[in-house]
């Protein structure tokens, strides 16, 4: 028999936004959640890799808001906590620039008490008991234990909780996912992106290092460029590392992303390196936060019966069971 400790109404796998606002609304319904994360706080890319701004909760110059509903929640106590900036636009994006450190902080006070969390702690197997999951195996920090609920939710970002149970799985695009990017601050820059074009300063350094053809070149040349919440630093997305495996391989895929993870740390470094020595106001910058993961915009895919297409997303459609709504 299941224990009070082991048994929950619903098991969230992944403590990233999604699944922090799934265990919030299934625990605001009355539901005992156990949140699973494998780090050490939530937030997924959000604390994890640092993100410079949020994307795509406005639109472009007008900054009229989208996406409502707790993320309006997660918003409001950013900026009563003093996490985040004023909205900047560069082109057609318009980003909430944020202060990560905060957010791990505020997120953990938003969960409801009946919201218990396990941090890590990782998914490795699951039961099965016909079609549906009976219980879930994670390694916690002193060994193995499981946890049984009546429902599951798979929000680790990779399909991890689908793909034990052996659900049919897509990866990118035929096998090919997107380029991955290490995020990093710096401190010590004498200029302010928002007045003057820096990107575009960049963008023309390195692709004179690249045309030179005297040093390894750079994969990317178009950086992002935000200023953070204090002022006193800049955040740069501007690092891009491939990977390589494409086959449903674990061995792979490990030593695939250890090797990405690795590449995209040095690119960061010799990204600075040249800024010093080629880009005027950036000759005492300092790298003094990287992401504790890298930044990974694609995975596994759930195969699904009516997969979310670009015409559906340009003409709003809003299929008759859909399961949220703005």
């Known amino acids: 028999m299941d224990s009070p400790q082991d048994s929950y109404d ?6 990233g936004t999604s699944g922090v606002f799934a265990a919030i609304s299934a625990a605001r319904r009355g539901l005992r959640v156990a949140l699973v994360e494998a780090s050490g706080m939530l937030g997924g890319t959000l604390t994890q890799v640092t993100l410079g701004g949020i994307c795509g909760a406005w639109t472009g110059a007008a900054h009229t808001q989208v996406v409502h509903g707790l993320f309006d929640e997660f918003v409001h106590a950013m900026r009563k906590a003093q996490a985040c900036d004023g909205l900047y636009s560069y082109g057609h994006v318009t980003a909430l620039p944020y202060e990560p450190v905060k957010v791990r902080y505020l997120l953990d006070q938003l969960l409801p008490p009946n919201v218990t969390t396990f941090f890590h702690s990782r998914l490795f197997a699951v039961d099965m008991e016909g079609e549906r999951i009976a219980r879930v195996h994670l390694a916690g920090v002193e060994g193995p234990f499981s946890l049984a609920a009546r429902a599951y939710v798979d929000a680790t970002g990779n399909a991890s909780l689908a793909g034990l149970c052996a659900t049919p799985l897509r990866r990118g695009e035929n096998g090919t996912v997107q380029a991955a990017s290490s995020m990093f601050r710096v401190i010590g820059a004498e200029v302010d992106p928002r007045v003057r074009d820096v990107r575009t300063e960049i963008r023309l350094a390195i692709e004179k290092h690249n045309a030179s053809g005297q040093a390894e070149a750079f994969k ?5 460029v935000y200023v953070h919440p204090d002022q006193r630093l800049l955040h740069f997305n501007a690092t891009r590392v491939y990977f390589e495996s ?3 391989d674990a061995l792979a895929a490990a030593l695939d992303m250890s090797r990405v ?3 995209a740390r040095k690119e960061a470094f010799r990204l600075v390196e040249l800024l010093k020595r080629e880009v005027d106001g950036f000759a005492n910058i300092e790298i003094v936060d990287l992401g504790a993961s890298v930044g990974v915009r694609d995975s596994r895919n759930i195969v699904n019966d009516h997969p979310l297409t670009e015409a559906m997303v340009r003409d709003g459609d ?3 069971n859909s399961v949220a709504y703005l």
């Open 220 to 224: 990317r040349s178009a950086v992002a």
């Open 261 to 263: 993870e690795t590449e």
């Open 246 to 248: 494409t086959a449903d």
């Open 10 to 15: 619903l098991v969230v796998v992944g403590g």
């Open 318 to 320: 809003k299929p008759a």
